[in-house]
Nanobody
Framework: QVQLVESGGGLVQAGGSLRLSCVAS????????WGWYRQSPGKQRELVAT???????NYAGSVKGRVTISRDNAKSRVYRQMNSLKPDNTAVYYC?????????WGRGTQVTVSS
């Protein structure tokens, strides 16, 4: 089993940057994929970025060029750096992992971008 806890959310002005962090505990050796998702009010949860165990990263088209996902295996963490934030990036951001035990979600961290 894997447990995930996100941090780093908060209030930021449009045009600013924010780095979210997700720390994993439990059977972290079994994680093969990390991902960041977001859910805005009244909308479905959507994928932002994925980091695969082979080093390949994928990004949603709407954030490509502004978001970087990275991992620190030594610290069992994955990060999401997002630049040039816009008010419509306001959402709860969730960390997700896929392991041999299945998929796990963190509880999310709120990001609010003011205009």
């Amino acid at each position: 089993q894997v447990q995930l806890v996100e941090s780093g959310g908060g209030l930021v002005q449009a045009g600013g940057s924010l780095r979210l962090s997700c720390v994993a505990s439990g059977s972290i050796f079994s994680i093969v994929t990390w991902g960041w998702y977001r859910q805005s009010p009244g909308k479905q949860r959507e994928l932002v970025a994925t980091d695969y165990i082979n080093g390949v990263n994928n990004y949603a088209g709407s954030v490509k060029g502004r978001v970087t996902i990275s991992r620190d295996n030594a610290k069992s963490r994955v990060y999401r750096q997002m630049n040039s934030l816009k008010p419509d990036n306001t959402a709860v951001y969730y960390c997700h992992s896929v392991s041999v035990f299945g998929g796990e979600w963190g509880r999310g961290t709120q990001v609010t971008v003011s205009s």
